[in-house]
């Protein structure tokens, strides 16, 4: 319970401080790469988000998705990599290398697709390299450059509103 609390502890104040530090880069290039970060206890229609990166023009060699879960037995098929709370050391450093080297590249937009309020899910998105951020209505609203407040399960609203902000953004064509 002690090592609980502390993790926590250790986790915010380092979700703080790299948020705090973050420089957000603003330019109008065309996305070619995209990272999506998604809470597959969730949300699991991960084929949405290939339809989606083919719909935006993305070449499936530059998709990237991975999960979070909470019960390691429940780990979904079609997935990049899919990660647990013990892929996390007590101060919030990454064990895993596969999802290190996600947070490493540098996307062109990282999509964050859920709504639960778990610390290790908002600190690979602030840890994560992109350029843009985009995410559903968090209670922290520092993590993302763009918010689209939806129920997960309207994945057909988001995608349209994404698209239309995108376009506005001249992020995709």
């Avoid at 319970?1 to 530090?21: A, G, H, T, Y």
């Avoid at 023009?57 to 780990?75: A, C, H, V, W």
Wanted: hydrophobic letters at 40%.
């Amino acid at each position: 319970m002690i090592l609980k609390v502390f993790k926590e502890k250790s986790i915010k104040k380092r979700i703080n401080k790299l948020l705090s530090e973050r420089i957000v880069k603003s330019d109008n290039t065309v996305a070619k790469t995209l990272g999506v970060l998604v809470n597959v206890d969730e949300f699991n229609d991960l084929a949405a988000f290939e339809k989606l990166a083919k719909d935006f023009k993305i070449q499936p060699i530059n998709l990237k998705i991975i999960g979070f879960s909470g019960d390691k037995k429940n780990e979904p098929h079609g997935i990049d990599t899919c990660y647990y709370l013990e892929d996390f050391s007590r101060n919030g450093q990454v064990k895993n290398i596969e999802l290190q080297s996600f947070l490493d590249e540098d996307f062109d937009i990282l999509i964050n697709y859920y709504a639960e309020d778990i610390l290790e899910l908002k600190l690979l998105s602030v840890l994560s390299k992109a350029k843009f951020k985009i995410g559903t209505l968090q209670l922290d609203e520092r993590i993302n450059d763009l918010i689209i407040k939806i129920e997960l399960k309207d994945f057909k609203v988001f995608k349209t509103e994404l698209f239309k902000y995108l376009t506005i953004l001249n992020k995709i064509n």
